[in-house]
């Protein structure tokens, strides 16, 4: 890679066209102010639909560093890298591999798997046959293969019948991702470049109604409480830790990401119980209410420093 000379001006990309829009365009904001005071000279590109005013934009403006707010389809799967590397445009986070496999579900799973790394039991079905039959014993987990935030994630559980009511709504695609529930925990955890920072327990408020870490859990004000350090068995706090740094590394991700996990501490007894992995976040959210801010911070990286330390490591992979 070429050595490049210290960025000063920074475009911070942000909003896209997916169900994450707005999540994004809170993540931008906040990134800008930050940015701003941490002396950088800051351009907002709000990227709607039309590419060539993206790429226009860019051409004009001409930045040191793209911080890429993007969330969700076109903005965290690899096609916007795309569009950078061929621009020569350096950009935080992940490369346009290890992007594409993190946001496709099926394709993290298989890496993960390969890898000797723990997920639920799962499979791959047409959505289009759900109605006719649980894929599952219940209870199970629904998803689209390729968003984030938790966008169209259903439990079905026993009883429920409720499938033909999901396909109905169904807007994510001709397929989809079932896995078996895991009680107990959902956990959480940060990782910059190869070192992962701490656990967080995150739990959904159930005076709000969410029964999961859903997308409203994870925005509204009060959805959730997040507990960290989490408070679980040491064994498990320490393997979730190896697991996010072996997860990212498996996936081949740079910068900063966030691995999320189910932990079933629920019949274990005195034991740590067991872990899997959900996904791996390669572009975390950075919002007021987001993690890996959270995170950092017990590490002593405040919410600028945070920023700037994505700036600083933003490649072009050209």
């Not at 409203?216 to 997040?226: F, V």
Request: one cysteine or more.
């Amino acid at each position: 890679m070429t050595t490049r000379t210290p960025a000063r001006r920074v475009t911070v990309l942000m909003g896209g066209i997916s169900a994450e829009r707005t999540v994004s365009l809170s993540s931008g904001a906040g990134i800008s102010a930050a940015l701003r005071e941490e002396g950088y000279e800051v351009h907002v590109l709000d990227a709607g639909p039309d590419l060539g005013a993206i790429v226009a934009d860019l051409t004009t403006h001409r930045p040191d560093v793209v911080f890429n707010a993007l969330h969700g389809r076109l903005g965290e799967d690899g096609a916007i890298q795309g569009v950078l590397d061929w621009m020569d445009i350096p950009y935080t986070h992940s490369g346009v591999r290890a992007s594409a496999t993190a946001m496709d579900k099926a394709a993290a799973r298989a890496v993960f798997l390969a890898a000797g790394l723990p997920v639920a039991g799962g499979t791959v079905i047409d959505i289009a046959d759900f109605p006719a039959a649980d894929p599952l014993p219940t209870p199970y987990v629904i998803k689209p293969l390729n968003e984030g935030s938790s966008v169209g994630v259903e439990i079905v559980r026993t009883g429920s019948n409720r499938r033909a009511a999901i396909t109905a709504a169904w807007t994510y695609g001709p397929h989809a991702l079932v896995e078996e529930f895991i009680p107990g925990r959902e956990l959480t955890v940060g990782v910059m470049d190869d070192r992962a920072l701490t656990v967080t327990d995150i739990t959904p408020n159930p005076a709000t109604g969410h029964e999961f870490y859903d997308y409203a859990a994870k925005y509204q004000a009060g959805g959730s409480q997040h507990v960290l350090p989490a408070r679980i068995h040491p064994d498990a706090f320490a393997q979730a830790l190896d697991l996010a740094a072996a997860a990212h590394r498996a996936l081949g991700c740079t910068g900063a990401t966030r691995t999320d996990f189910r932990y079933d501490d629920t019949q274990c007894g005195d034991g740590p119980g067991r872990l899997v992995i959900l996904e791996v976040n390669t572009q975390p959210g950075m919002t007021p209410t987001s993690l890996l801010p959270e995170q950092a911070q017990t590490q002593g990286i405040g919410y600028g420093p945070l920023c700037r330390w994505m700036v600083e490591h933003a490649t072009c992979r050209t």
